[in-house]
Structures are given as structure tokens and as C-alpha cells.
């Protein structure tokens, strides 16, 4: 995944923010998925050893998959929780939850056997779990554990054996992701 975000603040717990994104999962269906948000953001607490926000905005997701030519667009929108949490002296835990609402039709596959989503019909939740610790000035390690919940899930792509004709596996619509990161502080 590659992934860029820039904050805007405009007051001392209030910011507005715009990011993209750009991943793949193959296994759960995605050849690519491309991504935009928008939003604003608000710390709603903050202590010496941690902090907690909500984000609220809208998001735009594209997706290409394995099993069909077809691609959708996706408009949802957005809310999020997160939290961080200071481990030791240079560590850190961050969770975050989001869930995400589509705003419109999508012509995508779905496990209904149609091949469109109705407006407020795509869910989608991500729980995420992240330990930072710092290898350098500048440059850390992260570990994360992310698990989404798709209601409409990606068709599975075909194996080297085909399906039955007309056959449309979906990938299942819980996920989970474990993962190490490299992260670099710019500024």
C-alpha cells in the first residue's frame, strides 16, 4: 500500500485533511484499489500519554478486480475513531475504527446475484491495531493488525482449475491483514 496524507489546522484541536491511496489485494478479490478522501478531524481529548479524535468526510474508492473486467467507484462516507496511546518513553499504540457508507448506486457484483449496490447497502468497518517503536531520529517501525468487514464483498478470482460456468465465488467478507511498515518523519 502507498499511502499520503496532508493535515491542514486551522485551531489548536481542529484540522481538515485530504489523502490517497493506492493497494492491492488479490486475495480477497482487488487488482487495484484506489482511493481519496476529504474530511475533518477534531481531537476530542488529549493528555500527556495519549490522545483521541473522530474523522468525519467523504471518500472515493475505486476498485479493479481479478474475477470480472468490470470496476467500481465507490461513494461513501466516512467516520472514524482513533486513538494513540504512548508506550515507555518512544512507543506508541494507535486503533483506530472506521466505518464507511456507500452514497450511491455502484455497478458492482454483489453475492445477491445482482450487479448493483443500492445507496446505504455497502458497509464497510476496518478495526486496526498499530505498535510504533522508533529505530532512529527519523525513522520507526510499525506493526499493525487490521481486520475489515466488506458486506459486499470482491468476486473471488478463478483458480488454474475453472469454476462452473456461471459460478461467482465472493471473497469472504471478513478480512484480516497483518503487516510491518517501515515509517520516515519528513519533517
Given at each position: 500500500?502507498?499511502?499520503?496524507?496532508?493535515?491542514?489546522?486551522?485551531?489548536?484541536?481542529?484540522?481538515?485533511?485530504?489523502?490517497?491511496?493506492?493497494s492491492s489485494?488479490?486475495?480477497?478479490?482487488?487488482?487495484?484499489?484506489?482511493?481519496?478522501?476529504?474530511?475533518?478531524?477534531?481531537?476530542?481529548?488529549?493528555?500527556?500519554?495519549?490522545?483521541?479524535?473522530?474523522?468525519?468526510?467523504?471518500?472515493?474508492?475505486?476498485?479493479?478486480?481479478?474475477?470480472?473486467?468490470?470496476?467500481?467507484?465507490?461513494?461513501?462516507?466516512?467516520?472514524?475513531?482513533?486513538?494513540?496511546?504512548?508506550?515507555?518513553?518512544?512507543?506508541?499504540?494507535?486503533?483506530?475504527?472506521?466505518?464507511?457508507?456507500?452514497?450511491?448506486?455502484?455497478?458492482?457484483?454483489?453475492?445477491?446475484?445482482?450487479?448493483?449496490?443500492?445507496?446505504?447497502?455497502?458497509?464497510?468497518?476496518?478495526?486496526?491495531?498499530?505498535?510504533?517503536?522508533?529505530?532512529?531520529?527519523?525513522?520507526?517501525?510499525?506493526?499493525?493488525?487490521?481486520?475489515?468487514?466488506?458486506?459486499?464483498?470482491?468476486?473471488?478470482?478463478?483458480?488454474?482449475?475453472?469454476?462452473?460456468?456461471?459460478?461467482?465465488?465472493?471473497?469472504?467478507?471478513l478480512d484480516?491483514?497483518?503487516?510491518?511498515?517501515?515509517?520516515?518523519t519528513l519533517?
Open positions: 500500500m502507498v499511502r499520503g496524507r496532508y493535515d491542514r489546522f486551522f485551531a489548536e484541536a481542529n484540522s481538515v485533511f485530504v489523502s490517497a491511496s493506492a489485494d488479490v486475495p480477497a478479490g482487488k487488482k487495484l484499489v484506489g482511493g481519496a478522501q476529504v474530511g475533518y478531524a477534531r481531537r476530542l481529548y488529549k493528555t500527556e500519554h495519549g490522545e483521541t479524535s473522530i474523522e468525519a468526510g467523504y471518500d472515493f474508492v475505486y476498485e479493479e478486480y481479478s474475477a470480472v473486467p468490470d470496476a467500481a467507484s465507490i461513494h461513501p462516507a466516512r467516520l472514524a475513531i482513533l486513538n494513540s496511546t504512548q508506550i515507555g518513553e518512544k512507543s506508541a499504540l494507535a486503533v483506530t475504527i472506521e466505518g464507511l457508507v456507500n452514497l450511491n448506486t455502484e455497478r458492482a457484483p454483489n453475492p445477491d446475484g445482482g450487479d448493483t449496490v443500492a445507496p446505504l447497502q455497502d458497509l464497510r468497518t476496518n478495526l486496526s491495531g498499530t505498535l510504533t517503536s522508533p529505530l532512529t531520529e527519523k525513522l520507526n517501525l510499525g506493526l499493525s493488525v487490521k481486520i475489515r468487514s466488506d458486506r459486499v464483498p470482491a468476486p473471488r478470482p478463478a483458480f488454474s482449475l475453472p469454476y462452473a460456468p456461471g459460478f461467482l465465488p465472493f471473497a469472504e467478507s484480516t491483514i497483518a503487516e510491518a511498515s517501515v515509517l520516515y519533517l
